[in-house]
């Protein structure tokens, strides 16, 4: 990977991941990056432009969750700085792909490279999506109780992660596939889901 673009990535673009939320700080965005340059290495693909991609996928949380993704896709393309490194082709490629990747989206990424990024913010681990989705909770609904943010935690469990719900992978060389299925079999059970989820819950209120 080019090393000037490395350091522009890790100045200019990662920091900007310390404003956000608990669940999408710098340690969530480097971790896109190693399981998108992971994954890229099934493929022939342009491993400068994954990193980019992946580095860049949530930067529009600074202006808000709904349409975070279009607006990542639009500071991607406004940087001039990544034009020292790709040509309008490429930054056109990775601004679609970077616009694809929100698990929520109604349609399949238009791209392999869009496919990647996707696949790699699939993070399935069960303890991980429970912190994250308290986490979260925590920061933005400060006057829920604890029933208030299980109640939450397990609605959005069960819209997008459960049998039937909006998530999908893309990847047929991802681990996802086993850790989706492990986590919906915790969803199954609810007394062993409450029990994570006040573990998980205490500890990150004793932090």
């Known amino acids: 990977m080019d090393s000037e673009l490395l350091h522009y990535i890790e100045t200019s673009i990662l920091p900007r ?26 493929y022939e693909v342009d491993i400068d432009m994954v990193c980019v991609i992946a580095a860049c996928h949530d930067i529009g949380l600074a202006d808000g969750r709904e349409r ?38 109604d349609h399949e990424p238009r791209t392999l490279y869009g496919r990647i990024v996707a696949e790699a913010d699939r993070c399935l681990e069960a303890d991980t999506v429970l912190r994250r989705t308290i986490q979260y909770g925590l920061e933005h609904y400060p006057a829920l109780d604890r029933e208030g943010h299980y109640a939450r935690c397990l609605e959005h469990l069960r819209r997008k992660y459960a049998d039937g719900g909006y998530l999908r992978l893309w990847i047929p060389y991802s681990d996802n596939a086993r850790r ?28």
């Not at 956000?20 to 399981?35: K, L, P």
């Not at 991607?76 to 698990?103: K, T, Y």
């Open 17 to 42: 991941y310390e404003a956000f939320d608990a669940a999408h700080r710098v340690d969530h965005a480097r971790s896109v990056i190693a399981r998108s340059l992971e994954l890229a290495g099934h």
């Open 68 to 105: 975070h993704h279009i607006r990542s896709g639009e500071l991607l393309a406004a940087d001039r700085a990544l034009h020292r490194w790709f040509s309008e082709e490429q930054i056109a490629v990775m601004r679609d792909a970077v616009e694809d990747h929100r698990a929520s989206s």
């Open 180 to 207: 989706l299925e492990e986590l919906r079999a915790l969803i199954r059970e609810p007394h062993l889901l409450r029990e994570r989820f006040d573990a998980l819950y205490d500890a990150l209120e004793e932090a």
